[in-house]
């Protein structure tokens, strides 16, 4: 293992992925300061989707919840592209989930814990974060779920 936060993952039965390659004009992440901000990760493993469609039609919320967990892993992927060691990173300062649903759809922290929760086993106190969940009508790819994280590290 190349870090703690990597040996802890691994243990918690992940692994970090290679990150992403981006869909569009954008990069994974950016580093201002000492703070990481991670563009909107999808729940992709080796390229592919998880699961496609709307959560509470075609995407059970147990599903869902493993799909903010993997983007969440993404993410993580993303920081560690930029920082080099996730060993430096000081606290998760922010997560935002997009949760691609109808309308009726209101369940999307229950989602959106996939990634927090992960992030609370990782890294313990230092996850305690701010937090957005939303409904969106559709995600890129057809994505269930979106993750966006912001890093704070030393």
């Known amino acids: 293992m190349s870090s703690a936060i990597e040996a802890k993952i691994a243990e918690l039965g992940h692994a970090l992925p290679v990150v992403p390659a981006p869909i569009a004009a954008y990069v994974p992440a950016v580093v201002t300061g000492n703070l990481v901000f991670t563009s909107g990760q999808l729940p992709t493993v080796e390229g592919?989707?998880?699961?496609?469609?709307?959560v509470?039609?075609?995407?059970?919320?147990?599903?869902?919840?493993?799909?903010?967990?993997?983007?969440?892993?993404?993410?993580?992927?993303?920081?560690?592209?930029?920082?080099?060691?996730?060993?430096?990173?000081?606290?998760?300062?922010k997560v935002t989930g997009f949760i691609a649903c109808p309308s009726d759809f209101t369940q999307h922290s229950a989602v959106v814990n996939g990634a927090s929760e992960l992030f609370g086993e990782i890294f313990?106190?230092?996850a305690k974060h701010a937090r957005s969940s939303?409904?969106?009508?559709?995600?890129?790819?057809?994505?269930?779920?979106?993750?966006?994280?912001?890093?704070?590290?030393?």
């Open 48 to 54: 592919k989707l998880l699961a496609e469609g709307l």
């Open 56 to 93: 509470g039609r075609d995407v059970d919320i147990e599903t869902a919840k493993a799909c903010a967990q993997q983007s969440g892993l993404n993410a993580l992927a993303a920081v560690k592209s930029v920082i080099g060691d996730l060993d430096r990173v000081v606290r998760i300062v």
């Open 124 to 126: 313990g106190d230092a």
């Open 134 to 154: 939303v409904g969106m009508a559709a995600l890129p790819l057809g994505a269930p779920v979106e993750i966006e994280v912001v890093v704070e590290f030393r």
